[in-house]
């Protein structure tokens, strides 16, 4: 049988999977010889066990942590349950990837009537004693025990009232006793058994009480969230551990530091602590904590060898380490190291300080950086320029500035956001149950806590903007609304919060593109280095062009020209060009449409100079940019109920029978892309005419343009070839009249399933391929992403069925089969096939190994997306290269 | 360079690709022996180079003409333009295959003013002679001159009028010559040039008329409609040969013969003859002919001759041959033998009996069939027991019995046929313009004609029911009626026509269902010792399922389920099933369903006993069940708009509130098949516990059944493991119920792309895989059928994108190529698996070929096209064996 119980001194600190990662941390702290109280880890193997037995623990287990508890009590001189020197333990969950606040901790186990007297022994502190059992009384209630915690916080509040006291460790011994006595009532009460006194049936209950967390509602919505899947982290291990009192006097303190700043990634220590305090209390954000360089001052000892120990565990473990310390009378020990989490900032900037500084390559500096994690970088901030003034300041606790609706709870967040509104989640202080308001919420912001309060970590760790600690701020709950001074806002209100400078403001405030940092920029030529694939943009106006380029696309991989004939000034001359019969009349209307088309090319041919762009003829079909239906029905019923409407009435008739016609049953099935190109040569032969006279006219200006048509929708190779004659045709009268040549490519998005079964007939007449892994996606699964995303593909992902949504990261069973069966039919057929992908999956890292993979030339991803596709390619690159 | 023309004696007569059907019969006949005027062929290689050359005869073509003309002059004794001894030729089309009718034929070339008088001294019948060059000038004048024939046909009827005669030979010489300068003035006003008398300019210009009417709007119909592409046929030949005249006096004559009787496939000569005629006249149908038996007492020598000829003829070509024939003064000449046109019941007689008399082999007279014309035989008949009475009687020219509006042009009948409705063309006789009527309408009934009329060869050519010479019709065009005695049938009225029989009855009389022919039965018979595919029935009712057995289906491969939720009796439950919000309620009403859907299993499980019933669960989005949004949405706004509706408007709009959230943008690719299965567990467990009941409760009967369920829209493995989880615990459930072991196959619909290409996980959960080749098809091309196949599909295959519908016949380099990846993987991963189609493909003889070169375990088809996928899998196994 498997081991099931490690020391401290016997665990592999590298075995993250079988110990959870607390408990590597505390094996290899150990045995590199770091003060860190004895303990053990059962590990997650156990777990497992637990819940295959349904929810008991393993036959023999208790035995074996007795034996374990000898240890311990070896090596503190204490014993467990003993009435003069007792042995008082943690017990902490702690699983192979941290899910920070996410499952149970008990501290203080061992203590009963009898022992904590033993307590008061050992510190001469009554006081001390009976506040650490009535702490242990609730936390065991609250997890162990499943009791409403409301009923131990009234109680409490109700001692502090008694005495007028405002801080916790103002109340005296005679209350806590009262306190204690009340609260093994409530046990009592709501568990219909006294508060069980035998430490070891403490022990093994609360053992049994952490596995359960593990399945908690918090716990599994935070792995389906973050991806976390049983191949990543299967089970909680428990980390028993002789507890240490940072809350012994004011010689004792407990706090957290991290070994760079998480929110900017500068180096040195950077955290807070409290002076005669538990941990618990730092990390709720209940008192408002001092920054860890006072520490330097108070306790200055302590303080070097903290930022020793720091430094050793940062070259050890190649990571910024979050670690939480306890002083207890003047003596340091490490409760707990793990890898720091950050904002994308600070992953960032401590790659580049890191490899820098010796620790890290150039390769783990761009590996250690979650692709997905630089589109926070990107979050557009309060324009300076702007004239406004803020309503109140909090702590800038995770950078960005975000808009939206005032909630003041997080189920209302999550209503709300899930109808599309965007909303702020403003609370006094966060909890790990609210964390699906966090997901809904563009931004939070709270009255209380400070950097590595519970919002503040979560908030950075979803690269959300958060402002924390806004004391001025009163919520009202009752009446749904806070208050700054006078100003009231009421739920529903916009406010803006930014949370680089911790500024609140009423409404929406003018915001401005967020520009790259020198430090991204400098990890960002380190992946152009590394990566083979190119990285181009999509994007349909000259703004987003620019913006693309100067994030480091190399072209525009997608330019819709169906959002220019869209604008309000154009829009009724598309409309008049479908309704009509007269082809003279669509001819006339199209000739005022080109133009303007030959215009909207020109300024981001010109933004675009040197690089490709990609221009993808009009894909949607004619009757989208038509009146919508049911509109026109009830607009033509209500003038057939009233009188003297009747010409109005015919009109709107003609017009509904028109649309009635053109309307389609599957419309994403339908006649549209080129298909309509076909059956309605004039509209494609505009726009080629359009895209040849632009390039023409920038060459004559001596600008370096390189225009590529796009056809979509294509199934058959003979379509290209119908479209290809206008293109050639086309180009050739332009290139006549300008007297230049027009250097142009011609290709097609590879978007229907049979374009990709029949990609040699279509690489023969075309000079790239560009994979449309939306529609491919739609096509493949026979799923319509508007009917089905919100529909039953989440059931699908919650049942398992699914792994991911398919539109979001590439079914490389599926879709990603058609695209190598494409890839590999069209580059025999034409070795200088260009092929890109722009469909979604073009900014999604797990797709963009897979294009890398499957030997694509570039990928094309929305402008804010580009670090990340560039990041991620070099990634794919560096990784391939070492398997 | 290659040659062009090709003497009667040189020409290859297995060449039809270069010299026409026509001309290498000729060149065939004439190296057999037999009595054929002397003559050349012009190559269709030379139609090719006209059209390259921009219409234009290749240069040096007249010369060689020229030199063939002196060999026919050799051959003849006559001169071309000789004004004593002058030979005439007939210009003839004749391309690859058979157009009838399509093509231009011009006939009496070479006469003019001075060789009329030749003519006279040939024959010493100057009526003859001027009536042959009217009829030239006629023919020219339409045909290469482009002249309206009415001009021409209203002097003729004058000048019969003038003489009160009524047949065309008695008009006497002199209005013969008038009537032939009166043609010669209209030839000159039309053209702005005299008619040309130079018989090699005459030849030269005829040879041009008949390469154009290769693209006339009528050859181009017809070759769209019967598939005839470039490969088949590029091109006309012209054969230009000497004239022979059957209408020189009572020994002569002009007649067609078919060897065997082309409506029933008796042995026999069968056909008909005019004395004292051209050929045309017997086609056209303008003069009512004798049957060709007469011929024996008229003519006995000739006919003798004829008898032998055939004979010879059909041993040779080993086809029953239709032969044109013209006896001049008592010498037999033979135009023109082809390959008889047969209806299905004439192909399917002359097959078996050719076999028996040693002519055919057994895979010989398979192969000749072409399977889609089986289902001609499957046409429903009048019901004997019907008590109805006939208002006339015509020829039985083609059988079957259609019922229709009638309608009295091509274009009333393809416009109305076009939105839908069943129609039958009402004529006095057809013309090839009346082409497209016939391809709309669902019977023609003419008022004159006989059975080698082009109404007649038509019909049965399309197999569409056929009445022609029913005389006592007189058709009103003014009036648009037609008028039997007192009788009067206005356009529009419903008639039936018997094709049979040859009855016409008013309204629409009670038909029965068809029966399989003994002649039949022995070919499937032999199919059935051929074919290694199994044939099976899509089939949702027992009546059908009955009928598809006795048509000789091996099973069902496709029972619909929703048909039997759309029954008048359960649609109500259904819609109170989707509407409710209470799984309370939902399940009462499946409840109620259940016993009704066991009820329809056990019928058709009882009617296929000893045979696979495959049984889909539903399929359709529950959305379909529901009332339409558009009526929906009306009658809400009729209800707002009017006053005193208050509860009933609040009622409709819960229904429309609820029709809208479940409406689909694409309901094809949306919440559907094994998606709601998923979803709603109860529908498909209500259903298979009704499949598992009624099994068991015929089991108990004695009855031999094989239920086989399947599951629809399968796109992901994991979806069919859900479901059978479910059919494993209900059979389960019903075994321990009734006491009996259920065999129950377990399967799945392969219709989406993406269960193609995971093919080898499905195969590992399924006992079989059924393709749905409908649902595969819009998958892989993103067509919408709905959409696309009255839009741009048309467009689409005129333009030579696409060669075929693809929702007709498979489209092997996309759909095929998925079917074969997954037959490939999932016979890897499951070599038990059992491979079936049961889309519309699995009717059609192309795609049956394809299923059995991709290795498929059975096609299913719909009852009436069973017996064409036994003679087609009979086929495809025949061919494969051949090469």
Known sequence: MAKEIYLFEEGDGTNKKLLGGKGAGLCQM???????????????????????????????????????????????????????????????????????????????????????????????????????????????????????????????????????????????????????????????KETGKPFPQDPYIQLEMAIGGVFKSWMGKRAVDYRREFKITPDIADGTAVNVMAMVFGNTGFNSATGVVFTRDPATGAKGLYGDYLVNAQGEDVVAGIRTPKPIDELKNEMPESYRELVEICDRLERFYKEPQDVEFTIEKGKLYILQTRDAKMNALALVRTSVDMCKEG???????????????????????????????????????SPGAACGKVVFDADEAERRGRSGERVILVREETKPEDIHGFFAAQGVLTSRGGKTSHAAVVARSMGKPCV??????????????????????????????DGASGNVYIGEVPMIEPQLSTHLQELLSWANEFRKLGVRANADTPEAAKLARSFGAEGIGLCRTERMF???????????????????????????????????????????????????????PLHEFL???????????????????????????????????????????????????????????????????????????????????????VAIAEELVVIKNIVNRVKEEVEKKYGVKIPIKYGTMIEVVRACLTADQIAKITDFFSFGTNDLTQGTFSFSREDVENKFLPIYISKGILKHNPFQTIDEEGVGKLIKIAVELGKAANPELEIGICGEHGGDPESITFCHKAGLTYVSASPYRIPVAILAASQAAIKAKNN
Chains 1, 2 share one sequence.
Do not use: W
Not at 70 to 88: Q, S, V
Not at 571 to 582: C, E, N, Q, Y
Not at 681 to 694: K, L
């Open 30 to 188: 150990t045995q590199l010889g770091l003060p860190v109280p004895p303990g053990f880890v059962i590990t997650t193997e156990v777990c497992k066990k637990y819940y295959e037995a349904g929810r008991r623990l393993p036959n023999g287990l208790m035995d074996k942590v007795k034996e374990a508890i000898a240890h311990i009590e070896r090596k503190t001189g204490k014993k467990f349950g003993d009435p003069h020197n007792p042995l008082l333990v943690s017990v902490r969950s702690g699983a192979a990837i941290s899910m920070p606040g996410m499952m149970d901790t008990i501290l203080n186990l061992g203590l009963n009537d009898t022992t904590v007297n033993g307590l008061i022994e050992q510190t001469g502190d009554a006081r001390f004693a009976y506040d650490t059992y009535r702490r242990f009384i609730q936390l065991f209630g609250k997890i162990v025990l499943g009791i409403d915690d409301k009923l131990f916080a009234e109680v409490f509040e109700e001692a502090k009232r008694k005495l007028s006291v405002k801080n916790d460790y103002e109340l005296d011994v005679e209350s806590l006793k009262i306190v204690v006595q009340r609260f093994k009532e409530i046990c009592e």
């Open 627 to 713: 009146p919508r239906f049911e509109e026109l029905l009830e607009e033509v019923n209500r003038l057939k109920y009233s009188k003297g409407f009747e010409s109005e009435l015919l009109e709107k008739q003609k017009i509904l029978s028109r649309v009635r016609v053109m309307s389609e049953v599957n419309p994403m099935l339908g006649h549209r892309g080129v298909r309509v190109g076909i059956t309605h040569p004039e509209i494609y032969e505009m726009q080629v005419r359009a895209i040849c006279e632009a390039a023409a006219e920038l060459i004559i200006e001596g600008i370096d343009v390189k225009p590529q048509i796009m056809i979509p929708q």
């Open 359 to 397: 620790i890290l390559t150039k390769e783990e500096a761009l590996l250690r950086v979650k692709p997905d994690q630089l589109e926070q970088l990107l979050h557009k901030t309060v324009d300076p320029k702007a004239n406004v003034k803020p309503i109140t300041k909090g702590v800038n606790a």
């Open 566 to 620: 869209n604008a309000v000034d154009r829009l009724p001359i598309v409309v008049k060009m479908i309704l009509t019969d007269s082809e003279e009349e669509r001819i006339e209307a199209l000739n005022k449409l080109m133009p303007m088309q030959k215009n909207d090319f020109k300024d981001i041919l010109r933004v675009m100079e040197g690089y490709p762009v990609t221009i993808r003829l009009l894909d949607p």
């Open 468 to 497: 924390v600690g806004a004391g001025e701020i009163v919520i009202d709950h009752e009446k749904r609304q806070f208050k700054v001074g006078n100003v009231i806002v009421k739920e529903g209100d916009l406010i803006t919060i």
